[in-house]
């Protein structure tokens, strides 16, 4: 096998990588730190569009961990990115926060119910079934179904919540038309983001916690993955997949002295 290029920049899953149920990771500090110390390009990811860049700016900010704005990807900035190139200047009806709407806004979309280009579902903590009978009577009248990702279930300090892929398989039911997800573990978000921060594929590590959206999404991307043990998979479960991370460490500690 090909030896592998010198890592040049890093990117990184937030939730169960960085912080767990609002509280960070020990080691998350000092690896963000290495990176900032280090100038590589890096970005901290998640499939979440509940909230924008700078709200998570904010959030993150609160906890210790001091994340530019400009570092920070979403799966909504994914998806305005794709509609953006898609479809410039199009209408949207659109079931989500205000990660989703403003990421749409930004790029000159009109949001609206009348005869939309896309239904674009997002996450949310106030799922209506009215607004989910909209986006289906839209969807069967020849709006395009687009997803910001394909997580069927959320964490939280209760315990797991539905999540937008639980959601869009409901829609899916109703109409018989898929959505396209535009987050992980869809490379188009990993590629965009490579792209946002000037960064190439291979030399490039991908940083996750779930092997189903962050470890598929770097190895479909061509980066070097690394599964932390901090977030939702265990070493038992690597093994029911047919791919496997690059590597396999207990946390983002781990990681400090590679940067």
């Given at each position: 096998?090909?030896?592998?290029?010198?890592?040049?920049?890093?990117?990184?899953?937030?939730?169960?990588?960085?912080?767990?149920?609002?509280?960070?990771?020990?080691?998350?500090?000092?690896?963000?730190?290495?990176?900032?110390?280090?100038?590589?390009?890096?970005?901290?990811?998640?499939?979440?569009?509940?909230?924008?860049?700078?709200?998570?700016?904010a959030r993150l900010?609160?906890?210790?961990?001091?994340?530019?704005?400009?570092?920070?990807?979403?799966?909504?900035?994914?998806?305005?990115?794709?509609?953006?190139?898609?479809?410039?200047?199009?209408?949207?009806?659109?079931?989500?926060?205000?990660?989703?709407?403003?990421?749409?806004?930004?790029?000159?979309?009109?949001?609206?119910?009348?005869?939309?280009?896309?239904?674009?579902?997002?996450?949310?903590?106030?799922?209506?079934?009215?607004?989910?009978?909209?986006?289906?009577?839209?969807?069967?009248?020849?709006?395009?179904?687009?997803?910001?990702?394909?997580?069927?279930?959320?964490?939280?300090?209760?315990?797991?919540?539905?999540?937008?892929?639980?959601?869009?398989?409901?829609?899916?039911?109703?109409?018989?038309?898929?959505?396209?997800?535009?987050?992980?573990?869809?490379?188009?978000?990993?590629?965009?983001?490579?792209?946002?921060?000037?960064?190439?594929?291979?030399?490039?590590?991908?940083?996750?916690?779930r092997m189903d959206?962050?470890?598929?999404?770097?190895?479909?991307?061509?980066?070097?993955?690394?599964?932390?043990?901090?977030?939702?998979?265990?070493?038992?479960?690597?093994?029911?997949?047919?791919?496997?991370?690059?590597?396999?460490?207990?946390?983002?500690?781990?990681?400090?002295?590679?940067?």
């Open positions: 096998m090909a030896e592998r290029k010198p890592i040049e920049s890093w990117l990184t899953d937030m939730d169960g990588v960085l912080i767990h149920e609002g509280v960070p990771i020990p080691g998350a500090d000092a690896f963000l730190k290495r990176l900032k110390e280090s100038g590589k390009p890096f970005l901290v990811l998640t499939n979440n569009s509940i909230y924008t860049a700078r709200d998570l700016h900010k609160r906890m210790g961990l001091d994340i530019p704005v400009e570092n920070i990807w979403t799966s909504a900035l994914a998806t305005a990115k794709f509609l953006d190139d898609q479809r410039p200047n199009g209408t949207a009806y659109v079931i989500g926060e205000a990660g989703l709407t403003t990421a749409l806004h930004d790029i000159g979309y009109v949001l609206t119910d009348a005869d939309p280009d896309y239904v674009v579902l997002g996450e949310t903590r106030t799922y209506s079934f009215e607004a989910m009978t909209k986006a289906v009577r839209l969807i069967n009248n020849g709006a395009r179904f687009i997803c910001t990702n394909p997580d069927e279930t959320g964490p939280s300090l209760e315990g797991p919540l539905p999540a937008t892929g639980a959601v869009a398989a409901l829609i899916t039911k109703a109409t018989g038309k898929e959505p396209y997800f535009a987050g992980k573990p869809n490379p188009l978000m990993m590629r965009t983001g490579l792209n946002a921060i000037g960064a190439h594929s291979e030399t490039s590590v991908m940083i996750g916690d959206t962050d470890v598929l999404a770097g190895l479909e991307a061509g980066m070097v993955t690394y599964l932390v043990l901090t977030g939702l998979t265990t070493p038992v479960e690597v093994e029911k997949y047919p791919f496997r991370p690059s590597h396999i460490v207990d946390s983002i500690a781990d990681l400090v002295e590679l940067v």
